[in-house]
């Protein structure tokens, strides 16, 4: 499992302001919009492509398009849906489906409660959103769905997780094909499961319902 932690002035700058616990939903939203485009410029690196010929306004060329079968953008909801406007600004052509995840607060465990994706994912490459990798079960029941539908490498986005949640996935998807990209790598897990010093709870703050 490749792991990346973006390091930019921009996306921790962007962090620092959702972090703020007096940061409106509206600008809430933008930012995670925004600081998604930014992220999934790194989880893009390894997108297939595929050569094309075209021509400019002075000669022929040879030049590249993403390649078929087109890469499925994975938001889990609810709050990975906040994210999905700033993946799809960055790759349009990407085919979108979705998958409804909730952690049982007492258990942390998670469980799925409604998906919408192809049947068969053979050959695809897949970029799950969820902005926080806290304990890692919502996050590694999506991958392991994805493997399970025939996906051939899955790329996650996150804005924030915990070294808990990363060594989950790791020891989860040991010898698959998995990048986790992050915004940003925090220190721990408190007693309840949230990351710290973290954000809060993304959906609540993305939605406005806290």
Do not use: W
């Not at 616990?21 to 485009?37: A, D, G, H, I, M």
């Amino acid at each position: 499992m490749r792991v990346h932690v973006a390091d930019h002035p921009l996306i921790t700058h962007k962090l620092t302001v959702l972090r703020d616990k007096r940061t409106p939903s509206p600008v809430f939203r933008q930012l995670t919009s925004e600081l998604v485009t930014l992220l999934a410029y790194e989880a893009t690196r390894a997108v297939r492509v595929e050569e094309v010929e075209i021509q400019t306004p002075v000669t022929t060329t040879m030049g590249v398009r993403i390649g078929d079968p087109r890469p499925l953008v994975v938001p889990i909801l609810r709050a990975g849906l906040g994210m999905l406007e700033g993946m799809v600004t960055l790759l349009p052509t990407a085919e979108v489906g979705f998958l409804g995840m909730v952690r049982n607060e007492e258990t942390l465990e998670p469980s799925t409660y409604a998906e919408r994706l192809p049947d068969d994912l053979s050959d695809r490459q897949c970029f799950v959103l969820d902005p926080m990798l806290a304990t890692g079960g919502s996050l590694g029941a999506a991958i392991e769905f994805l493997f399970n539908r025939g996906a051939q490498d899955v790329t996650a986005i996150c804005l924030l997780a915990a070294p808990e949640g990363v060594a989950a996935i790791e020891r989860q998807v040991a010898g698959r094909d998995v990048t986790l990209v992050l915004g940003a790598l925090d220190e721990r897990l408190n007693e309840k499961g949230y990351i710290v010093p973290g954000l809060g709870d993304a959906g609540d703050r993305l939605y406005g319902t806290v």
